[in-house]
């Protein structure tokens, strides 16, 4: 059974906070936007509104999936050191 008591929850929204940051700046106009665009065809800046709302929510919840996820994965295997987490990515 997992066990959702000993997770860090301020590592968790560390990492949320982080990962939404860099998504943010990764698609921003400052990040990589023109190159995105010039791959896809598609101009982020215009997208409608509502759509755009809905899909930062997508964004912002399965980033948060992802990080839990991660924690529980870090946690069942005993990860409790950064050399360790390490070992679990690689």
Known sequence: MLDFGDLNYWAIIAAW???CAVGAF??????????WKQQTGVDIMKIPEQEATKILGYVVASAAVQVISLAVVLNSLNVTEAAEGLKAGL
């Not at 990764?26 to 936007?33: E, I, L, N, R, V």
């Open 17 to 19: 906070v982080i990962s």
């Open 26 to 35: 990764w698609y921003s106009p400052k990040g990589f936007a023109k190159q």
